[in-house]
């Protein structure tokens, strides 16, 4: 081989491994799933894709057996990954997957809480505090305090009550708390979402969570009149979690302010930062963007 041709076929080897370096996405994801009173089989290849839309995600999903099945065989792997994205509401793991699940936020992974992820796992403990605050499933004053906006702060409400519920669907404002945390950070200070479910009285051990942004949960809308968390962030052990409580079915999930705290919140759970732009469709105080 000639100086020219042994040059040529570097170049070629250069630019191939460049190639490959750029296409590989620099996170990890895995999506869990298998259970869900929510359409799982609709929401999970959407998730998946907007996570792969940011260019930052390579995204597996593990699918736990069916309900009613056995689920002690579900032991995905959880530690070869940044984030695990929850869409999963269904029976028990086994210990030790929920020892692994457990290990892997505490050694510094990430836990993306969407919707009805925080409906399951009432008894586990250390998922309540991953998760902040859940819903259903008996919850009630004995797991944890409610959170509300109150007076320019936070407050934890002790009240007794069940824990878990929501008013009929409808457009809501999403209002944020917490400007300077990464995942909020640039985005306007209130957002509308079209219409969906406004979770309310969500309670739980509510240990080392940041509230980011709260919707207001109106009684002509068989709300509480509280300002209810919408888009929490919760520290635990090395790991966080992102908490996004609104985006119940594939209709919701073309609104961009899911679609845009979602992909944020799990830049950040995988990776303690967020690198993504605001887009210019984003929502403004008095309009809903979705993409059709
Ligand atoms: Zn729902």
Known sequence: MSLKHLFAALAVCVLAATVVTAAEPPLKALIIDGQNNHNWKESTPILKRLLEETRLFKV?????????????????????????VGNYNGAEWAEETKKAFVDFLAGG??????????NPFRKWKEYNEIIAVGGWGGRNETDGPFLHW?????????????????????????????????????????FMHSADELY?????????????ATAFSAKEKRGTGNHEPMLMAIAYGKGRCFHIAHGHAGKQLKSVAFIVPFQRGTEWAASGKVTQKVPADFPTADKVSRRE
Request: proline share 12%; charged share 20%; glycine share 12%.
């Open 60 to 84: 597996d999903v593990a699918t736990s057996p069916p309900k009613g099945k056995d689920v002690s065989t579900y032991k995905p792997d959880f530690a070869a990954y940044n984030v695990v």
């Open 109 to 118: 992974g990430g836990y993306v809480c969407y919707h009805a992820s925080c």
């Open 150 to 190: 109150k007076d320019g702060k936070i407050i934890h409400d002790t009240s007794p009550g069940s824990g878990g519920g929501h008013g009929p669907q409808h457009p809501f404002q999403i209002v944020v708390r917490e400007p300077d945390h990464p995942i909020t950070k640039g985005l306007p200070p209130a």
């Open 200 to 212: 309310h009285r969500l309670r739980g051990p509510a240990k080392n969570v940041t509230v980011l």
